[in-house]
């Protein structure tokens, strides 16, 4: 398993590889949900891509993830980790890596693998709906 590829002062800094979506319209917070339009979120085409989402009004942070399975998986952008920094995908979506020194890895379904954390990071259940990915966050 590759770790994600950053430099050490971004680790330091705790700067994601993942940035905010190309398209800020791309997704809708809908009865608790959110829904991703996926014809205008380039960043889930391929294994290994993913997308950022937080600010108001999505009550937490989320990173969701097309992963080498072909499947999609959501889950909180917290690291369990005292530091709390944000996940990246693993490179080929074989799961999600903290961004910070430490490098606390999680497979895709939320459970710690490596590092430091103390426990699994939250997982949220997807759907997809034709072109629609649905996260059910609440
Ligand atoms: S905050 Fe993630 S390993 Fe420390």
Redesign the pocket.
């Known amino acids: 398993m590759q770790d994600v590829n950053r430099k050490f002062w971004q680790r330091i800094l705790?700067i994601p590889q993942t940035g905010m979506p190309t398209d800020p319209g791309c997704w809708t917070m809908e009865d608790g949900k959110v829904v991703i339009n996926l014809a205008r979120a380039p960043e889930l085409k391929e294994a290994g891509g993913a997308l950022r989402l937080e600010g108001p009004p999505l009550p937490g942070r989320y990173l969701v993830v097309k992963g080498a399975d072909g499947s999609y998986h959501a889950f909180e952008n917290r690291?369990?980790?005292?530091?709390?920094?944000r996940l990246d995908p693993l490179p080929g979506g074989e799961g999600v890596q903290?961004?910070?020194?430490?490098?606390?890895t999680y497979n895709l379904s939320g459970e710690k693998l490596k590092?430091?954390?103390p426990r699994d990071v939250k997982s949220f259940p997807v759907s997809v709906e034709g072109e629609k990915l649905v996260v059910h966050v609440s």
């Open positions: 705790g690291c369990t980790h005292l530091g709390h920094r903290c961004c910070s020194v430490n490098k606390s590092g430091p954390a």
